[in-house]
């Protein structure tokens, strides 16, 4: 995400999108009543030459602004759709009609808040910082292997494959070629998303004979070798929270997620300083209980639909108010998974409430 200008403390800041991530990003950050400003097509009515003859429609660029009443965001399509009543624009284009803006790769548009929360400021100074990530991971065994890109809200699966298992007697042609088509898709990976780490995991030794295999030193210079019980989304779950790969991708977004709900789950296991569904992180947040508010993006997408995000705005808000942090993460991934389990939020407490 690039900002073109800001100015928080007149409300005010005007971006470019970049990639996807940005516009998960930008789906956290617009809320209600915030205006959006920014160049967008419109069929408009054009007059005619007399009573009887149909009206000419023409669709034109225009630069609008409006009030925004529905935030509508698709994340495995990645579509973003903001939806309000027109504040400001052309002559012909009446106030007070609606409009949607649909927000994709390179969109530019003004956001105009009365108050920057915060956590919002500090979202948008993360998604202008951070660059697509490229860190692909591949998890194999002796018969498959599953490819994914991680993604600042989880990751993407690419592509899987399956080698063609045989008798004993040509076992070891068959894994080597294999593994030959296991390297072969990570350097086309490498090649199409220029990347800068690649998490290469399997069970006991079948990375080992990989890599006795692999003969591309700069690509071999880019992999970090571990170990999963599996070829699955849940190996990828679990070789995401291991402690070798925390460590070497420790400014990862999800790797920090993920810690985070490990956080939340040893304090409920101790009965410690944490509280988890909406009426119990109410009651601690309107106590100024709540040092760390964590909630789900599919929360805060299910709470818009259903037009009880209200409820949430003002936890974060309260959090907010009183110094704490605001964490969204992504149910995409095992961590967001679990707290969708607990009602899509939780919070870590500065003190017993009960």
Known sequence: M?????????????????????????STIIDNNDTVK????????????????????????????????????????GDLRVSGKIKEGKEDIPAGSYHTFNIEEGTIIEIIKETWLNYQAKRL????????????????????????????YGYEILSEIKGDVQKKAVEEKTKSNFYSEIINMLKKLDEKHKLTRIILASPGFWKDELSKELKDEALKKKIIFATANGANKNAINEVLKRPEISSALKQDRVIKELNIIEEIMGEIKK?????????????????????????TDTLILKTRETGDFTEIEIMMKNVDNTQGEIH????????????DGLGGIAGLLRYKTK
């Open 2 to 26: 690039q900002i073109i200008h800001k100015d928080l403390r007149k409300g005010i800041a005007k971006i470019k999108i970049e990639n996807k991530d940005d516009i998960w990003f930008l």
């Open 38 to 77: 920014g160049q967008t097509t419109r069929k408009i009515k054009l007059e005619s030459g007399g009573e009887d003859r149909k009206a000419k429609i023409s669709i034109r660029k225009v630069m609008l602004s409006l009030i925004v009443e529905k935030i509508e965001f698709h994340k495995y399509s």
């Open 125 to 152: 100074k993360e998604a202008s910082e951070n660059k697509v990530t490229n860190i692909a991971i591949c998890v194999f065994d002796r018969e498959e292997a599953l490819f994914a890109l991680m993604k600042k």
């Open 271 to 295: 009965n410690g300083l944490v509280t988890y569904g909406i009426k119990e992180t109410k009651e601690a947040s309107n106590m100024g209980a709540v040092k760390s508010l964590v909630v």
């Open 328 to 339: 969204i993460i992504s149910s995409d991934h095992e961590g967001g998974k679990i707290l």
